[in-house]
Structures are given as C-alpha cells and as structure tokens.
C-alpha cells in the first residue's frame, strides 16, 4: 500500500463528465489498496471568467476580496468530484485550503505557502476516505482566503505530498508526460521516462509549460517523487527524481524555447564600480524579472554597454522605469527589440561532457541563425535569436542532440 496524491487540472475536470472519468482513476487506486489525497483546479474557464467579473466589477479591486471571488471555481470542484465518488462507493469528503488548513503568507494573489497540518488529511485516511483538496488556494495569518497565483493547484499537490510524506505527487493533464521538446514542433520528440529535479526545473523556467517552477521546486527541496501523465491515456507518465535514481543519462535530455522575451540594450553606461547594480535598482523596485545579462567593452573609452532579457509583457514599464532614471545612469539611449526567442538545451549530462556548446553554436550555425546573446549554467546553455527563426533552432538541435524518435 502507498500513500498518493493525485492532483487533477482544469481540463482534467471540465465537466462533469471528465469529473467522472478522474472519479474512476481516484477508485482504481483505492480498490488496489492506497491511501490517495487528491488535489483539483477549477474547471477549465472558471477561474478566468472569476477574475473577469472582479475586473469588471472595479479595476482597482480590494486583493483580498479578489482571491474570495477567484478561490470559489476549487469549491465547485471539490463537491462535484466527492459526489461522483460517492455515486460509485467511494467514501470521500472536500477540504478547502483553511479546513485542511494550508497556511500562507498574506501576499494576495500570489500567496506562499507556510505550513501545512497534516492532521485532518489523516483522520480522513483513518476513517478510509479519500481527500478531495481545493488546489491554489490556503488561508493568510489574518484568516483570510488566499490564492497561490500561477501554477497554484500544482503547487499545493507537492506540498501537500511534502506535508503527508507521500511515496508519490501525481501530475494528471492533457499531455502523456515531459517530452525532450514541443512535440508541435517536432513530431519525432520522445516523452521521457524520467527525467531530474534540475533538468525539469530548467525546463520549466524556459517556456515548458507542463509543470510550474514553484511546484518542481518544492519537489526538489522535499524529495517528493512527481510523475506527470494523462487524464485520458492510460500509460505511464514522466517521473521527475533525484539525479541518483537515473542511470546514464544522455548529455542533453531536452531542447526548451520561450518567444516571450525581449531584449534591452544601454548604449554608453558610465563605466564604474557600481553602476549596473544602479540599473537593475529600478527594475527591482517594479518587480521586473532580469534573465539574460551580457555587459560588454564598449569602442567609447570610459563606457560599456549592457544588454539584458525582460519578459515582454514587462517590456513597456522596464523601458520607463530605465528612462526615468537615465538621469542618474547617464547612460547615453537605450534601444530594444521584442522580436527575439530563447532556445535552450538541457541536461545533467553537460556536467561529464566537453564540447556540448560547440555542437550547438555549430548546428546554429549551418542554419543561418545568429546569435545575439549566450548564457550558461551547470547543466544549461541558453541562446537569443531573431524570433522567427524558432522552430528551426528547435528543430536542428533535437537531431543534432540525437533526441529524434526512431
């Protein structure tokens, strides 16, 4: 017998019917003797259409009140799935994240978890029922109803499993498992067995899009094995594990992309002790996330020019940020272009292997892409291009890596 958590998306419960088909999952694992805890998101839609009807209703709306509203799609959720267990023998009850409780910090929207007290989940398991927890949302220490923000349900699943020492976090979503690239783009992409706690996190951080960061995170930092499968294919998923549960792996295990990048250049910034830290002070200030930083020697004596990587979305006020200061950078203009791709190849393999940068400046090379900035870490090498030329970096280096499918 294991202890499990199952957490199910919003696609997953998008109706009643798919409500039932993960009620016959939840079963199968009971009748074979398991003790699950399950978590679920909204159903698919519900949560946009809540945060519309806050928006509409004011744009400059209380955050407190806000994760009331948007925390009520879980509610629906957690009812509907005990229902359709209980209609097939299933014993089971709801927990909203203050009955469990799930304790967060009082950040609005985007609440961290704290703690978790197992101890209702285990009366629960006790009487020999199944737990059915509201995802993406706990209770701040003002007993006020919090939300996770992004990758919420997620996010409480692997804690949740953290919390209850679980043998295992089960990912359920529409795609198979983690594969070594967008299967969109390349149709010979390969889903992956396993994969480590590292090699998922980069991929997650770099535009994957099959598990949040903050969940992989925590998963690393507790131990908690997670597989990511289908709601509707019965076959086994990805297991994400520590690097010492893999054997020899390939030297790089997937190719990432993201489009939602672009790129800030400061022409001429006084070169002195200091300064850069006086750039990013502002973007800091407007929780502007920095990625990719070159600083290069610049043809003006005295001066350097820096180039870095914003979200796009954060393009607009990073720009106003930088040039209401420029006063105080003295950096002669900036320019920008939000036409640019990251592509990135990742693998702990890169630790034991010379020549992985060389293969994939090489292979950029023969197809024409330029590259226009470089960065690296222990087991990544990340890459800006013009964003048209995307699904041909993707595609050259998934076979350069020898990642194809036969």
């Not at 770099?206 to 289908?230: D, E, I």
């Not at 600083?295 to 006020?317: C, I, M, N, Y």
């Not at 995307?390 to 499918?405: F, I, K, M, N, P």
Request: proline share 2%.
């Amino acid at each position: 017998m294991a202890r499990i958590v199952k957490k199910f998306g919003g696609t997953s419960v998008g109706d009643v019917e798919r409500i039932r088909n993960v009620a016959g999952k939840i079963k199968r694992a009971v009748d074979e003797g398991h003790e699950v805890a399950v978590v679920v998101s909204a159903m698919a839609g519900t949560t946009n259409q809540l945060v519309a009807f806050c928006r509409e209703a004011s744009m400059m709306h209380d955050a407190r009140e806000y994760d009331t509203v948007v925390a009520a799609g879980e509610q629906i959720t957690i009812g509907l799935l005990s229902i359709c267990l209980q209609e097939i023998g299933i014993s089971a009850r709801s927990f909203l994240g203050w009955q469990v409780p799930i304790r967060t910090n009082n950040q609005h929207g985007a609440a961290r978890i704290i703690e978790i007290d197992p101890a209702n989940i285990e009366a629960c398991f006790k009487d020999g029922r199944v737990a059915i927890v509201a995802g993406f949302q706990g209770i701040g220490p003002d007993n006020r109803i919090t939300t996770l923000g992004r990758g919420g349900s997620d996010t409480s699943a692997v804690a949740l499993a953290a919390a209850l020492k679980a043998d295992r976090c089960d990912i359920y979503t529409d795609v198979e498992g983690v594969y070594t690239t967008d299967p969109r783009i390349v149709p010979k992409a390969r889903k992956l067995d396993k994969i480590t706690y590292e090699e998922m996190l980069e991929m997650a951080s770099l535009g994957a899009k099959v598990l949040h960061t903050r969940s992989v995170a925590l998963a690393m930092r507790y131990g908690v094995r997670t597989q990511v499968l289908s709601s509707f294919v019965d076959k086994p998923g990805t297991l994400v594990v520590n690097e010492d549960e893999t054997v020899e792996q390939q030297v790089v295990s997937g190719i990432a992309y993201t489009r939602g990048e672009a790129k800030v250049t400061l022409v001429k910034v006084p070169d002195l002790p200091g300064q850069v830290a006086n750039i990013f002070r502002p973007l800091a200030r407007e929780n502007i996330n920095v990625d990719m930083i070159v600083q290069t020697a610049s043809e003006h004596g005295g001066h350097t020019d820096v180039t870095f990587t914003v979200p796009e979305d954060d393009l607009k006020r990073c720009v106003k940020a930088l040039e209401d200061t420029k006063g105080e950078l003295k950096f002669d203009h900036l320019h920008f272009d939000d036409n640019v791709a990251k592509v990135s190849v990742v693998g702990v393999g890169m630790r034991s292997h010379t020549g992985v940068a060389q293969k994939m400046f090489d292979t950029l090379a023969e197809k024409g892409i330029n590259i226009q900035v470089i960065s690296t870490s222990e087991i990544k090498i990340s890459v800006l291009i013009d964003s048209e030329y995307t699904e041909l970096a993707v595609r050259a280096l998934h076979t350069a890596y020898g990642l194809d499918s036969e």
